[in-house]
């Protein structure tokens, strides 16, 4: 879950964004895997899905890096923070987000997608198992 306030909005880098509503200072714990809003999901239902549920899934889940049988859906909108090659939030930890420089208010905050996929990021649905 998101642990500062953000707002979305569309972003000049794909389609909605997560935006910082205020500074946030470098080192900040901006986020926190909290398993009792945020879901785990076991990636034989993630597979056994079709349709809308299946597309909403492949877009905004990724990986469990703790657990290679599970993938993430964020219960919160962090779902909608975009990749970086130079990101301001550090995600190398499967369960914290920090900032990784100060982050202005109105500032698109983002990340890099590398780190969810061991050989490069793709969407799920676009991975070969």
Same mark, same amino acid.
């Given at each position: 879950? @998101?642990? /500062?306030?953000?707002?979305?909005?569309?972003?000049?880098?794909?389609?909605?964004? /997560? $935006?910082?509503?205020?500074?946030?200072?470098?080192?900040?714990?901006?986020?926190?895997? &909290?398993?009792?809003?945020?879901?785990?999901?076991?990636?034989?239902?993630?597979? =056994?899905?079709? =349709?809308? /549920?299946?597309?909403? @899934?492949?877009?905004?889940?990724?990986? &469990?890096?703790?657990?290679?049988?599970?993938?993430?859906?964020?219960?919160? &909108?962090?779902?909608?923070?975009?990749?970086?090659?130079?990101?301001?939030?550090? /995600?190398?930890?499967? +369960? +914290?987000?920090?900032?990784?420089?100060?982050?202005?208010?109105?500032? +698109?905050?983002?990340?890099?997608?590398?780190?969810? $996929? +061991?050989?490069?990021? &793709?969407?799920?649905?676009?991975?070969?198992?």
């Amino acid at each position: 879950m @998101l642990l /500062v306030d953000v707002y979305l909005d569309k972003s000049p880098i794909q389609g909605i964004g /997560v $935006f910082a509503k205020h500074h946030i200072p470098k080192g900040t714990l901006i986020w926190k895997l &909290d398993p009792r809003f945020d879901r785990i999901i076991d990636v034989e239902t993630y597979e =056994g899905e079709t =349709g809308p /549920v299946k597309n909403y @899934l492949d877009r905004y889940s990724y990986p &469990d890096r703790r657990d290679p049988a599970y993938i993430v859906f964020e219960a919160d &909108d962090a779902r909608y923070m975009n990749h970086d090659d130079e990101p301001n939030c550090d /995600v190398s930890s499967p +369960e +914290e987000t920090y900032a990784l420089r100060d982050i202005a208010a109105g500032e +698109e905050m983002t990340c890099n997608y590398n780190h969810f $996929f +061991e050989t490069g990021f &793709d969407f799920l649905g676009d991975r070969h198992l």
